[in-house]
């Protein structure tokens, strides 16, 4: 809603007349009043036709805010009222989309804002190109280049606070979607005469200042400088300090721009190492010193800031020092060296501090153009925005004044030819009918600055390069001699001047009446400032310095690469590239934008009638409205107008076979174009109206949506079928597949049953042959045994009288017999060995063997039992006997017997009789020993064991001492009542002893033996021999003995692994002695 309130043509709600060429009447004061009614209303902008004219308010104004930019955005120039925006919106617009390169132009003089208005047109196309982060970036560079490059070529002049002392011609480049890639800056000539003096009231580049205050006390202690701007006598001091600028701020933002653009810090650093040794050079002074040839030699006053500049720049001082006193001359290849006077000292600091500047200046573009440059290799569109430096009328005005102006000649010459004087040609061209204007042509003053024979720079030039004594005089004389007649140059000596009496011009100047205005130039300095010439030595010095910029800055004074050919003068090089521009401009669109000055006081809503009309004259903006006027709006070539709106007319759209002029003529009579409103020229049709050229847009416009919608309702159609379409096809092809499937399963399903149902069958029928087969068979069979019966019985028949009665039973007995000795025979031969213990036996052959066989393996095993019990001796039979005892009396019940099978009972374990130590003890004994062994006795007492000699005879059981066989108990076996033992894995057994028996007096013997199942099992045996009786041996883990008057009990206990794998014996207290048994 907002768009439809805002004005849609120029003319709504104006301040007087946005377009100049709407004004009535037309002259000069109407042109005045109108642009001072639309300034005093804050209307700084205004066209004739589409150049802009701009009146710089010196105020901000509220009108570049991002609203304004998209209310400008994509609307047609005349919709809205005059603004900068509009003219940056059609450039870029056009370049977009009719391909066609740009270029802004952007003139006026010194203060009336072609720099601000460089930066809008910047920022505006920024703000409506592409975006992304790529572009953004791009586009920021652009933008940042802009303080980066006013810090060091702008400066404080009287006429403007922020003046260019360079120009600037900057080529954006864009892709075929209108997105920035990158840009090329070209700069022309640097005043670097303001680097050692500036003009009263006014400063050298911001950038000396910006340093001072702005760096850092750490930065300005590397760069050794001090914040003091007195201590520099190259910045003027009265006016050291702008109103309204913050220089310390604006170093922050130009180190910002810096590093956005791509310096490093290494860069950056020598950058501003170059500026302070520029700023120290204008330090070094210089004083007299005279020579034996009564010549004066210069010598430094202070070699301290020498000093210090070659240690900021790594220049070896005793080479800097020389190149200030001596200048070597080459010639004919011999070298002689001439000692410099303190002015030419001083000549040569200067010359050196200028050169490094501008120097460093150019580099610095060099720098932001490898930044900026496109990276891509597409074709590009280009769009330039031209700022140059304003025409310049100063009260002193030299070279580099002479130089601006050419340039600002040149610039009106471009804007006469590609506006006034291409329009009037134009017309004539095209045979329209035109009444020609008269307007000041500035060629014949382009002519007498550049002509290549007699225009001022040639002759300059040649001063220059002339042999002898030159100087600023003899080159004002020549000018004089070529000069004189030319209507626009003037001077005091000039023969023929129209101004031979004219005493306010001075000897040494020449006045040249430039379009803008006559300017006087002083001739001082002009051949000087043209050589431009720096000592080599001194070039020298600084190739040698150890500092890489200013190397690079130096590159003439590498000794090997010395060229004895003059360089091309300051004056030369800039007419050879302003050449370059103006060709360059014009293969491009000219935008104009001319920028008008109100007041000489840099103040706000001042309009000063004479000052702006002196440059509504000099600008020839008049006869711009007047040739507007007279003219048409708008041309086009038939081709591009037919292919433009062709689409507006059924006859022309979408072809027109035929020629275009005559498509034209049918699509303007179709929409009913008045006829005034055109006119046929040969090639083109011209459009008196920029209302009828809307007219027709607007029109192009609405008919390209009915178009886009038709474009997208067929191409809406046509994806719809051929989505359609596909799917069909793929509906095909999946039920195809899904058939197959089907058919494959059923398929499948059917063979399976096929299967099946023939299996049954075939099943049945081989279950049915096999009935039949086995009936058949049992029909043979049956048919066998009744033949066989049948045989038989004819046979028995047949034999019966050859038999008795019981044959079959003797056959029977036979066959039987016959089976037992076949049954014989082969166990004869199966026979297992003779060992008791194998248990093989051969198998049983028939099952009515059964009983036979196993009792004939019985009698078998009783057999070789007995043949081996045949094999025993009598003693071993008693061993035997004895170990079958053992086995009677122990197995299963005590653990210690299954150890004991193995072990043979040998009794005399101890051989009394052949020992001579127990003489006295066999002595004692005269029965045969049936057991001699050690066993342990334990003490009653304390259960310790003692070993003593157990011995048993026929009739006694005795103990003796094992050392001395002295004999310590003797019990008949008659006493012997029990014998006591546990069931587990230890030799302790207890002897009880009949109560009241003359042995019994101390108590039962609890004794422990290796031997123990043996000794049990004689004790058993020999008592039962002797006594008759059965002797009662107890197993049991706790049993009672006694000892003396008490019954102790004896108490196994399973554990304690104390002392290893031997049984232990404690007497705990009067009732229980413990064995623990591992
Ligand atoms: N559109 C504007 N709005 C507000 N102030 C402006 C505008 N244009 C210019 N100015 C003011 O005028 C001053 C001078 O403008 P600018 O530097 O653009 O002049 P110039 O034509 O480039 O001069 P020179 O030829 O010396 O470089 C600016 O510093 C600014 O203060
Ligand atoms: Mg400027």
Redesign the pocket.
Known sequence: MAKMEVKTSLLDNMIGVGDMVLLEPLNEDSFINNLKKRFDHSE?YTYIGSVVISI??????PIYTPEKVEEYRNRNFYELSPHIFALSDEAYRSLRDQDKDQCILIT?E????????SKLVMSYVAAVCGKGAEVNQVKEQLLQSNPVLEAFGNAK?V??????RFGKYMDIEFDFKGDPLGGVISNYLLEKSRVVKQPRGERNFHIFYQILSGASEDFLCKLKLEQDFSRYNYLGLDSAKVNGVDDAANFRTVRNAMQIVGFMDHETQSVFEVVAAVLKLGNIEFKPESRVNGLDESKIKDKNELKEICELTGIDQSVLERAFSFRTVEAKQEKVSTTLNVAQAYYARDALAKNLYSRLFSWLVTRINESIKAQTKVRKKVMGVL?I??FEIFEDNSFEQFIINYCNEKLQQIFIELTLKEEQEEYIREGIEWTHIEYFNNAIICDLIENNQTGILAMLDEECLRPGTVTDDTFLEKLNQVCATHQHFESRMSKCSRFLNDTSLPHSCFRIQHYAGKVMYQVEGFVDKNNDLLYRDLSQAMWKANHSLIKALFPEGNPTKINLKRPPTAGSQFKASVATLMKNLQTKNPNYIR?IKPNDKKAAHIFNDALVCHQIRYLGLLENVRVRRAGYAFRQAYEPCLERYKMLCKQTWPHWRGPARAGVEVLFNELEIPEEEFSFGRSKIFIRNPRTLFKLEDLRKQRLEDLATLIEKIYRGWKCRTRFLLMKKSQIVIASWYRRYAQQKKYQKIKSSAIIVQSYIRGWKARKLLRELKHQKRCNEAATIIAAYWHGTQVRREYRKFFRANAGRKIYEFTLQRLMQKYFLEMKNKMPSLSPIDKNWPARPYLFLDSTHKELKRIFHLWRCKKYRDQFTDQQKLIYEEKLEASELFKDKKALYPASVGQPFQGAYLEISKNPKYKKLKDAVDEKIIIAEVVNKINRANGKATSRIFLLTKNNVLLADQKSGNIKSEVPLGDVTKVSMSSQNDGFFAVHLKEGSGAAGKGDFLLSSDHLIEMATKLYRTTLSQTKQKLNIEISDEFLVQFRQDKVCVKFIQGSQKNGNIPTCKRKNNRLLEVAVP
């Open positions: 700084v710089n308010p010196y105020r901000s104004l006026g010194s203060g009336a804002g072609k720099t601000e208005a002049t006429r403007n606070d922020n003046s260019s700022d430096y304003g920028c």
